[in-house]
């Protein structure tokens, strides 16, 4: 399943910036944190992959864990 989005141009006078939002139940659905860094790589002109750098734990496995 998808959730489209549009991408977003803000012009100043001196630059650009690009903005792409993330619908929250994608953000919710990953657990991402509040100022979590990540990275954007360029796969090919279709493909734009957004990497973790620091991956945390499932909170499946967490709670599921066999003793």
Do not use: C
Not at 11 to 16: F, H, L, M, P
Not at 41 to 56: A, G, H, K, T
């Amino acid at each position: 399943m998808g959730f489209p989005t549009k991408v977003q141009l803000i012009r100043r006078k001196n630059s650009e910036q690009w903005y792409i939002n993330f619908p929250s139940a994608i953000a919710q659905a990953m657990e991402f944190e509040r100022g979590e860094v990540v990275e954007w790589i360029i796969e090919d002109r279709e493909q734009l992959v957004l990497r973790r750098l620091s991956v945390p734990p499932l909170a499946l496995k967490e709670k599921h864990q066999p003793e």
